[in-house]
């Protein structure tokens, strides 16, 4: 049985039926947003309570429906942008420590 279910699984991987390829790019989209809500601490803040996250989503998205949503976007952007590079820093030092 276990070597039906790693065929059937190796057919699935290799679907290149249209829906098939799209549903997977939405799984992968969708985990990549929850590894970055992941990343950056809400969830041990809000103490993983989906209630409390969904609520602060929703005034994130008022905010940017708001007069200051260039602003704040540039804002967001900058500090998205240097805690991308200071955490690639961080583990090419690491990688090079190790060595």
Same mark, same amino acid.
């Given at each position: 049985?276990?070597?039906?279910?790693? +065929? =059937?699984?190796?057919?699935?991987?290799?679907?290149?039926?249209?829906?098939?390829? $799209?549903?997977?790019?939405?799984?992968?989209?969708?985990? =990549?947003? &929850? &590894? @970055?809500?992941? $990343?950056? *601490?809400?969830?041990? +803040?809000?103490?993983?309570?989906?209630?409390? @996250?969904? *609520?602060?989503? @929703? =005034?994130?998205?008022?905010? +940017?429906? *708001?007069?200051?949503? #260039?602003?704040?976007?540039? +804002?967001? $952007?900058?500090? &998205?942008?240097?805690?991308?590079?200071?955490?690639?820093?961080?583990?090419?030092?690491?990688? #090079? *420590?190790?060595?």
């Amino acid at each position: 049985m276990p070597a039906r279910r790693r +065929l =059937e699984a190796q057919r699935a991987k290799h679907d290149t039926r249209n829906w098939v390829v $799209k549903r997977r790019e939405r799984t992968r989209h969708l985990i =990549e947003l &929850g &590894g @970055l809500v992941v $990343k950056s *601490g809400l969830v041990e +803040l809000a103490n993983d309570d989906r209630a409390v @996250l969904y *609520g602060a989503f @929703l =005034e994130l998205a008022f905010t +940017l429906q *708001g007069e200051a949503c #260039e602003r704040m976007m540039a +804002l967001w $952007k900058r500090r &998205g942008s240097f805690a991308f590079r200071d955490e690639t820093e961080v583990k090419e030092s690491t990688a #090079e *420590g190790d060595r």
